[in-house]
């Protein structure tokens, strides 16, 4: 859906967001809801936003932004889409919530079983850290094994378990990232840089008999956007078959993002488990997980494996979430023709790509990019960028001065350097090609 690209008013005023970020202060942690909304990494007071339409949030002193965050990922189709919008509203005036079974729920789950090969069975919950917490849980339940291995600079959401330090360069055994979160919890968690095999021999070869999984974003999206090297999910396969573990995608963020399928069905590597999230909530509170039918089977009830939520399967979020995944499978307005709104995303993904490479050549500054469709990451280092430890080598003051200068002109970065862009079906090329004249212009001044 394509919008006519109001201009953006010259960078006025930011005094209300400014006042409301004071009042919240008072009375929420930081002020914000979740950590990353305050800009503690790139400074400054957050834009407090009142409305998005399509590719643009619109903020309370009247502001208006192309958003390349959209929501973290879930706004795939950009804000307020026609058919979701809709979709929910004749909803909710049947109710909320009922607390029981409903038939959107089994729509959803078949949905997602006939997107996601490897899926046989998937249960809904309420985000990505709940579905991360239960689909460990069932790792551990069901090989009766205790560690896990995760990725330096991979990130599941906030269960204790998985809130552990970044590793020393090898395998290294979990040390707590929290206060709050004990030894005890993290103990078992191994940590292994992203794109290296060999590492991951490695805490198997230490640790052999005792790893119930490997749990990676298959392409990362929390140390900004590095995909898998060549034959690196591969390898992953091949290590937890050989030595009967388990593998989880954590594809919360990549599910239904960067193919119908996700990154799994992209790659062409079958995980044992994969989690969902995001995208498939449509904007609304949604987290799943599933896989193997031996392996769903072991959850509550149909097994002893305990897992529940009140809100879980919640029909108003299963009706965005459906709303959004039909036009995703059917293209563009629904009008048939899979695939069409992901052909658009990854020539809007490559057109950004293009323009902000050629704005930095032309400002004679370094930058690193990486993408997959329309989920991309610049880093601003020569590169290459291939895991946390070189993603941490930025100028991080650099990606700061680029955000806050492309803030003014109305453009809306993830507000940090450690996080992806994301694209939506809403933008247009006059959004795109207003992004690019907007970095030719600030980096200039960097
Ligand atoms: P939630 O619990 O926030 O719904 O999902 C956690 C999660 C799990 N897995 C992946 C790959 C994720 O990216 C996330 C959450 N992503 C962050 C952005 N990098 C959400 C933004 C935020 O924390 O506010």
Not at 41 to 67: H, K, Q, T
Not at 233 to 246: E, F, I, P, V
């Amino acid at each position: 859906m394509a919008t006519d690209t109001p201009t953006t008013p010259p960078a006025a005023s930011t005094a209300r967001s400014a006042e409301l970020f004071e009042r919240a202060r008072g009375v929420i942690p930081g002020g914000v809801n979740s950590p990353v909304r305050a800009f503690k990494s790139v400074g400054g007071a957050p834009r407090f936003m009142v409305r998005g339409e399509g590719p643009r949030l619109y903020d309370a002193d009247g502001n208006s932004y192309i958003d390349y965050i959209g929501s973290w990922g879930p706004l795939i189709l950009g804000h307020a889409h026609p058919q979701v919008t809709a979709a929910i509203a004749e909803a909710l005036a049947r109710g909320t919530s009922f607390g029981c079974p409903t038939e959107l729920e089994i729509e959803m789950a078949e949905l997602v079983c006939e997107a996601v090969a490897s899926v046989e069975v998937v249960r809904m919950v309420n985000s990505g850290t709940e579905a991360a917490m239960s689909i460990l849980r069932l790792a551990r339940g069901a090989t009766g094994r205790e560690k896990i291995i995760k990725m330096d600079g991979g990130y599941h959401g906030h269960a204790d378990s998985l809130l552990v330090q970044a590793g020393s360069g090898v395998a290294t055994l979990g040390l707590p990232d929290s206060p709050g979160v004990t030894g005890g919890t993290t103990a078992d968690t191994i940590t292994v840089p992203y794109n290296d095999l060999a590492s991951v021999e490695g805490a198997f070869g230490e640790h052999d008999g005792q790893i119930a999984a490997i749990i990676i974003e298959p392409i990362a999206g929390n140390m900004g956007c590095v995909p898998p090297a060549e034959g690196y999910l591969q390898g992953l396969r091949d290590l937890t078959s050989k030595h009967g573990a388990l593998l989880i995608f954590d594809e919360v963020m990549t599910g239904f993002r960067v193919g119908f399928g996700g990154a799994q069905t992209l790659y062409g590597v079958k995980p044992d488990l994969t989690m969902f999230g995001k995208v498939i909530g449509g904007g609304l509170p949604v987290g799943a997980y599933g896989g193997r039918r031996d392996l769903m089977e072991q959850i509550a009830p149909a097994g002893p494996i305990y897992q529940a939520g009140t809100l879980s399967g919640n029909p108003i979020a299963m009706t965005a979430g459906l709303a959004t995944l039909r036009i995703l499978r059917d293209g563009g307005a629904g009008d048939g023709g899979a695939g069409s709104v992901y052909e658009a995303l990854e020539a809007s993904g490559a057109a950004l790509a293009a323009g902000l490479a050629e704005a930095a050549l032309e400002a004679g500054i370094e930058i690193y990019q990486t993408r997959v469709g329309s989920m991309s990451g610049m880093f601003f280092q020569s590169g290459p960028v291939g895991d946390f430890a070189s993603a941490k080598l930025s100028d991080t003051d650099r990606y700061a001065k680029f955000f806050h200068g492309m803030l003014a002109e109305g453009v809306y970065f993830a507000p940090s350097q450690f996080e992806a862009a994301f694209i939506s079906a809403a933008h247009a090329e006059s959004d795109i090609e207003q992004t690019i004249a907007a970095a030719r212009k600030v980096m200039k001044t960097m």
